[in-house]
């Protein structure tokens, strides 16, 4: 045998990756889809790079002509070992044929793409491809994009067979996630899509269909929602050092709702005297967790209206492009001890931002506060990545854009905050209970809080939302414990009950985080279970599976207010997507059963050998297939096509064109039927006054979305796969001949 001509090759995820390897091996020539590092610590070496996933999964659709017809009798369709196929991609291809080239030259390859479940299956699945069989194969595991920390990483290699159920789990989530959005998309497309809607198809799998179960949830309590008005009383409070306002805001289910009783209330406890009870404590409030990708994109969308793929591209650029951040793909929201030792020299480059940076570092003094909700090295050892923090590459020099100045800065107001000492303050509560008359028993209470040290908040102004984040900061005038009170005046307040908010593009992340939450009262012990999921959908998928419904047609944006991003709803087309799926199979669309996936993979992954991996493996798709077929089934046995258009309920944004159209031209428009309105009556109403309403400077954009829940899309190629990342399977052989040893 020929001796190599390479001591490394390495396998990176993408060209940038690439390039910065070569810059922390000491440099390299670029060449014809590869990187030479002729000198390195490591030997001669080439670094091939991937464009992500540079291969795909074998679909229906490649098995056979008469799988492109959705009516056909071979629907449903499983493949229970479906092959994994170069992608069709000219990028991916050259790729390809370079490391086919290269890597049989080389003695050890090192696989070097990104630290987490889809990354494991991308380097292995490259490898493969190649049908190379070097004599070593290591793994590099750094989730930074800067040289020191990735040269160190390249001289601590790690064996791969410590991530094998990484990639066996990342695997046999995308042959599920392939299985559900091709069949899924079949079944509701064939047997609950109204012919009426013309072309086009309901694309559904498994994360999608979570995502409007969640949405579909909001929208029904948003639906359902009855304003119900209130009161109340508000009592000022004579003391010896001048007034304090006493307030009674009594439980939901003792609201005063009749205005004549809570005025005779208000009457009724003016010039009552009684001993006020004053009670006072200490508080300490941490500061705010450091960012996971999807807090990340919760507070930018909170503050700057940003979309989640704006804040995702900008999370990316400053990660990749300037190295400025670490990886940005994480849920984490703790760093591991090793990275406190770090924290000093990053510290010092932050000094460079300035204001209110520079004072805080200097009140720390080198002296940081290290909790145990900040560093864990049992989680960052398990996701093999960290918070999402600066590095100690320093800012000064790099061209940042206005947006990616303010989420660095952003990230670096919360990393420094998560060293400081906590807030402290003393919380003061004054309550006053009437012994006799109408008011007896009633509570009457104010409650504020003191601060003494601001600790982190320090770095944050007035305006932040985070700087009053622990509670109430009402002043309130000084009060003895047992000092008599009397009341001098009374007054109401009007109140009223507010809708639930509907979610945004970014606030819908977060409810796809913690899953839990959405669970209901009758199932305590599954939201028990799934608080130690990760959730539904992964870190790079959920902003992509939000837009890709949105594109669908099943979700629609309305119009933003202020500087927040828009508001989501599900369309006409997406409520009857899961209205119809809820009697038959609910399943598909509670995001609880998604999550409870998401557990059995991370048991993929924590298997204690490969044995141990594929075996579990086998059996998460063995039920998935049985599930699939099953639901399959239950949708041709069962499924009706909806209501036709003219007698399904108007979409929310038909229902709030109508209302502009009813608020301009000066129409009698009464709530209740504008509730009831159904689609078709929806569409008359604008036809109708359509003109009118854009003569009197009316506009009419957005009138047609969901107005007669026609897609506006003829696309049909073929099922959807569901909006997944593809983890694709390998070959149809559970172990990835490329990274195990014969």
Known sequence: MAAPQFDVGILAEKKIQAEQYAASLGGGAMRDGYIEVARSPLGRAVIIWGWGHVDRLEEPRDEGEEYRDWRSKVWPHINARPRMLPSDDPKCKRQITAAKKLLPQCAMVIGASDPDREGETIWRHFLELTGARPRAVKRMICAESNPGPQRAAFLALKDPDQYYGRFVAGRARSVIDMWEGTNHTVACTVFLRPGDLGKGYWPMGRVKGAVLGILHRRHAEIR???E??????????RVRAGTVTLRHAPSAEERLTD???????AEAVRGIAEPLAVEQKPVETAPPKLFSKTSFLT????LWGWSGDKSAEILQGLYQDKGLITYPRSELTVVASSDVEKAPRIMEQLRGLGEPFRSAIDRLDGRLTVRRSVVNDRQVAEASHTAIIPTDVPADGLRLTEDEAKAYRLIAQRYVAAFMPSAQGLRTTVSMVPRSGPCRDRLFRAAGTVETEPGWRVLFGAEDGEAEEGGETDRLTPVADGETGTVSAARLEDKRTRPPVPYTETSILEAMLEVHRLVPPDKEHLREILKSSKGVGTPATRETVIKELIASQLVERGRARGKGT?????????IML???????????????TTALLEMDLDRIERARDSRGADRLAEQVLEDARERILRQFEAIRANGRPPEPSGSRPAAPGQRAFVAAIAERLGLALPPERLAAMSAGEASAFID????RFEECGGRAGGAGRGGNGRSRSSRSTGPARGGQRRDEP???????SGTRRP
């Open 688 to 691: 109708e006054h359509k003109a």
């Open 228 to 237: 119900v008005a209130y009161f109340e009383i508000l009592a000022e409070v």
């Open 578 to 592: 899961v209205e119809a799926l809820l009697p038959i199979v609910p399943e598909l669309v509670q995001p609880e």
């Open 730 to 736: 390998s070959g149809g052989r559970w172990r990835s």
């Open 566 to 574: 828009p508001p989501i709803d599900l369309s006409g087309q997406g």
């Open 299 to 302: 507070r930018a969308g909170a």
């Open 259 to 265: 205005r004549a009783a809570a005025l005779a209330l």
């Open 224 to 226: 359902d929602f009855r």
